[in-house]
């Protein structure tokens, strides 16, 4: 779990809230999330970097694929952190170009699903 908390802060550091028109929120589930659907009227962790114009964009995206009424919850835990204390099903671990998205690893035990905060970006699933 170590490698995923080490992964989410290297691909999410240097974009915050750059340029949300080109981004990707990267979101890791448990593995028994299937789909973004899954997450419907659930809470999803975020870190408190990011402005409340990123996570509202963050919320749209997710209702657009599939988990609506979902909520996006700060906490003084990183995001992943909470993940893996099993607070939360999901945690947002960054919002990352597309090209980054692609990059992203596979982390063992969880899986990882990209989610476009624009009907530009890539959705790749696993």
């Known amino acids: 779990m170590a490698a995923a908390s080490a992964a989410a802060e290297r691909m999410s550091a240097?974009?915050?809230d750059a340029?949300?028109?080109a981004l990707v929120a990267i979101l890791v589930t448990g593995p028994d999330v299937k789909s973004?659907?899954?997450l419907a009227g659930k809470t999803i962790a975020i870190d408190d970097?990011?402005?409340e114009s990123s996570i509202n964009r963050v919320r749209i995206a997710m209702a657009a694929a599939g988990a609506l009424e979902v909520q996006?919850?700060?906490?003084?835990?990183?995001?992943?952190g909470r993940l893996v204390g099993k607070e939360v099903p999901g945690a947002v671990v960054g919002l990352v170009s597309a090209s980054a998205a692609d990059s992203f690893p596979e982390l063992a035990r969880l899986r990882t699903f990209r989610v476009p905060l624009s009907p530009r970006s890539s959705n790749k699933q696993p």
């Open 19 to 21: 340029s949300l028109d």
């Open 36 to 38: 973004v659907s899954d």
């Open 14 to 16: 240097p974009t915050l």
């Open 49 to 51: 970097r990011y402005s």
């Open 72 to 80: 996006l919850s700060k906490g003084q835990t990183t995001a992943i």
